[in-house]
């Protein structure tokens, strides 16, 4: 569906067509349902071609040599910090210097927390499979090694006030070695 795409999670990494497949599945076969009950053939259309480098997409994704950070960084370390204070309804940002997430898929796990402090705790409130939460990578160049992992939150009217963080989880690939779990978390920030 059109809200599993913009998710991202399996279902919409695996629709060829975008985010409107499933409506261009449906016109069609409406299309061939209407001319099989009236009994004429069905006029064929040519297949739409992919464009897979206009999609940024590789046949055949380049494997993960290496994750690293810039000098004086780390992988997990915060690269833009989110804000002191929010109001509901505002999107909450934060950007962590990051591991290739093909690392590992985090199958039933999660890439992303956002926790609120309740009383000496952190509890957890949303994670990445959460309609208000997204996950974006972005590598800062096809042969670098660096690439960063926004956390987007976008906070709902009916969201408690209080002191909230949103930590990221991964894995890094060192050179030569089996990738590595890892952890980010943001400053705290206040929501009212």
Not at 20 to 34: F, K
Not at 41 to 63: F, R, V
Not at 68 to 97: E, L
Not at 116 to 128: F, K, P, T, Y
């Amino acid at each position: 569906t059109y809200e599993e795409y913009q998710v991202q999670r399996y279902e919409g990494g695996s629709t060829t067509y975008g985010p409107h497949t499933l409506s261009a599945y449906i016109n069609n076969l409406e299309r061939l349902l209407t001319d099989m009950t009236k009994g004429t053939a069905s006029a064929s259309e040519p297949t739409p071609a992919i464009n897979t480098h206009a999609l940024g997409i590789w046949e055949y994704p380049l494997p993960v040599i290496h994750d690293s950070a810039p000098r004086g960084s780390c992988i997990g370390c915060v690269y833009n910090d989110v804000s002191k204070t929010y109001s509901k309804g505002d999107v909450v940002a934060v950007q962590f210097h990051a591991g290739n997430p093909r690392n590992n898929l985090m199958t039933g796990e999660t890439f992303l927390s956002v926790e609120q402090l309740v009383g000496e705790d952190w509890e957890v409130v949303e994670l990445d499979s959460s309609w208000n939460t997204e996950f974006h990578w972005d590598k800062k160049s096809l042969l670098s090694s660096e690439s960063i992992a926004t956390i987007l939150w976008t906070t709902l009217p009916t969201a408690n006030s209080g002191t909230y963080r949103i930590r990221h989880f991964g894995y890094y690939k060192p050179l030569l070695e089996a990738p590595k779990p890892y952890s980010g978390t943001s400053g705290n920030f206040t929501l009212h």
